[in-house]
């Protein structure tokens, strides 16, 4: 079967949705596509001076690499990260902007998660980063998290009209948990992909903190300051970040621990009603686009 | 007479934005002046992808009853509070202003960043900060992460020509006018009636030129420094060992009952290395000026070139 190859195809998160999975282990594995994963991308979309900016000159940076013309990208960073503030949506549109003045006929893939499955998760990898605040303040202060950022409809619908609803690809997070083959094999066919499944490992790269480890690595991220988007910490001890990688790689995997964290211990019944009057609406209006089925199997706020 | 048009006033920070929007516009008849307050809610801060500019010109006509708009706030240029990030908000923002208030005069201050930074590092002292005004004025930093102090100030943001070239391209070159803070402070009468002339604006009332906000001098910023690691206060940018309660408000007062007892202090400066930066810096930006100022006075007024 002929399948029409998307020369330029960017994906651009959401953050907790496999991106590092889909970047380490996946997209490096598409034998059609040369791939530029965040570090390049960050450089040419993020880092770059918008008054400044010249789409021709990162348009030949990043086509230079690819013998074939065909360009995979991938950044989740292009969202803006959930730990860092969503500023109002200035970065996130700032960077569409730009993304389109360098390639309008890209097709950019987007990936959902439930919200309070996302929230539940960003905040464990604002742990994992160094972070120092309780649940409660990282969710509700605004100081890192905000909840704006997850109103999936309007970023979706910011990039349907500045490229196309055609060009624009959403797909949930849940379906490619639910049965990764399937998933997979069906985006391949829609993006022309082509990738030995046998090379593939579907373990996933990120694990989730243990109950008893958050109290320790809490601790232990007041004694240094990497940077996390904010934090607290009471004074800097250099090597205080490798105990607190050490914690996670050695101590979190023992199941002494306790379990690992789940929606429920971190959400509450109060906080779930909070986050359901936040977004149903928003969901509301991206079942529109996805499907209202598809949200409603999935759990989502509707 | 024609009303003239609506007037956007951008700042930059510490060029007496402060100063016009009390004593030009706010008591002036013919211009309905929007509050901090309506600006930040209806436009700075309002998510951009819910903003409709009609809506806003809508609302805004709605208040002024039929009077010009003023909006006079360096908000509009990412302020002090604001940091730069890679231009987003400053571009966006640009953007945002035109497809909200077409064709309006733009009026942009600068001053010379020599001077206009240390008064930027003096306010953010007094805003509880504790860096250095090298790590402040990011002189140290090799590499910033995306998004990492993004609300912490930047230099760029007095990268003046790349902002007024932005808003030269976009309200045309006749509606950007663009003054020296310099030639202000020099000979403030002079300079409104001028400044008043090419806006049309008329003021009927007696003005008081005296400066609102008032640099530390050395000695309050060294305490205010030290004693803002025992401060949570103001600004989200600091180091901070624990927090006392009320110091902030004592730290404030005590500086400033100091500075009133010893108008003979010396004034917070930078070294002789942070100036040379500033001048390395911005050299090659303030030459791309000649477009819109006398490069002359920028000679005069000492301006890196």
Not at chain 1, 100 to 112: K, M, R, V
Not at chain 1, 128 to 142: A, D, I, V
Not at chain 1, 188 to 200: A, P, R, W, Y
């Amino acid at each position: 079967m002929l399948v029409k190859i998307m020369p330029v195809i960017i994906h651009i998160g959401y953050p907790k949705t496999a991106t590092t999975w889909f970047q380490e282990v996946y997209f490096p594995s598409i034998s059609n596509y040369h791939f530029e994963s965040f570090r390049e991308v960050n450089k040419v979309f993020l880092n770059s001076d918008c008054l400044a900016f010249n789409s021709d000159k990162a348009k030949g940076e990043l086509l230079r690499k690819s013998i074939n013309g065909n360009l995979l990208l991938s950044s989740e960073f292009l969202t803006t990260g959930i730990n860092f503030g969503w500023h109002h949506g200035y970065y996130s549109a700032g960077v569409a902007q730009k993304i389109h003045a360098t390639f309008p006929d890209a097709t950019i893939i987007i990936f959902i998660r439930r919200q309070q499955s996302l929230i539940c998760s960003a905040y464990q990898q604002y742990i994992k980063n160094g972070g120092t605040y309780g649940f409660k303040r990282w969710l509700y202060s605004g100081e890192v998290f905000s909840p704006e950022h997850l109103c999936f409809d309007k970023l979706i619908d910011y990039y349907d009209k500045l490229f196309s609803i055609d060009q624009v690809k959403v797909y949930l997070y849940e379906e490619f948990k639910e049965d990764n083959i399937s998933f997979l094999s069906k985006m391949n066919k829609e993006l022309g992909f082509q990738v030995d499944f046998n090379d593939i490992t579907f373990k996933p790269l990120n694990m989730r903190l243990r109950n008893l480890i958050v109290p320790m690595m809490l601790f232990v991220n007041l004694f240094y300051k990497k940077p996390v988007g904010l934090k607290r910490y009471i004074i800097h001890i250099p090597g205080m970040t490798s105990m607190g990688r050490a914690i996670f790689k050695y101590l979190n995997p023992l199941s002494i621990f306790g379990n690992y964290l789940s929606e429920s211990s971190l959400l509450k019944v109060s906080d779930n009603y909070k986050l359901f009057c936040y977004y149903s609406k928003s969901n509301k209006l991206l079942a529109n686009r996805v499907g209202e089925e598809k949200l409603k199997h999935y759990g989502y706020y509707l | 007479m024609s009303m003239g048009k609506n007037i956007l006033h951008l700042g930059f920070s510490k060029t007496g934005t402060h100063w016009f929007n009390d004593q030009v516009y706010k008591n002036n008849e013919g211009v309905y002046l929007l509050t901090r307050k309506e600006v930040f809610c209806n436009l700075a801060f309002m998510n951009t992808f819910e903003y409709s500019p009609a809506d806003t010109y809508r609302l805004f006509q709605d208040q002024s009853l039929g009077k010009r708009l003023v909006i006079c706030d360096d908000i509009l240029l990412g302020s002090l509070d604001i940091g730069f990030g890679s231009g987003e908000y400053v571009c966006m923002m640009a953007n945002r202003l035109k497809e909200t208030f077409g064709d309006a005069s733009v009026v942009i201050f600068i001053r010379n960043q020599h001077e206009a930074l240390v008064s930027a590092y003096s306010h953010y002292i007094k805003s509880g900060g504790t860096y250095s005004a090298r790590k402040f004025l990011g002189i140290f930093r090799s590499h910033r992460p995306p998004f990492i102090d993004y609300h912490l100030f930047s230099p760029d943001l007095f990268d003046y020509s790349k902002i007024i070239g932005l808003y030269d391209d976009l309200f045309g070159h006749e509606n950007v006018h663009v003054y020296l803070y310099e030639d202000f402070s020099r000979s403030p009468e002079s300079f409104i009636q001028s400044f008043c002339e090419d806006l049309n604006l008329t003021i009927n009332q007696v003005l008081d030129f005296q400066p609102q906000n008032v640099r530390l001098s050395a000695w309050s910023a060294g305490i205010m420094q030290f004693f803002n690691h025992f401060t949570s206060r103001n600004t989200i940018f600091k180091h901070y060992i624990f927090s006392i309660p009320r110091l902030y408000e004592v730290l404030i007062s005590a500086t400033g009952k100091l500075d009133r007892a010893f108008p003979a202090l010396r004034p917070l400066a930078f070294s002789g290395g942070v100036h040379s930066w500033i001048d390395e810096r911005f050299r090659m930006g303030n030459r791309e000026l000649a477009r819109w100022v006398n490069m002359e006075k920028l000679r005069e007024y000492g301006y890196p070139l």
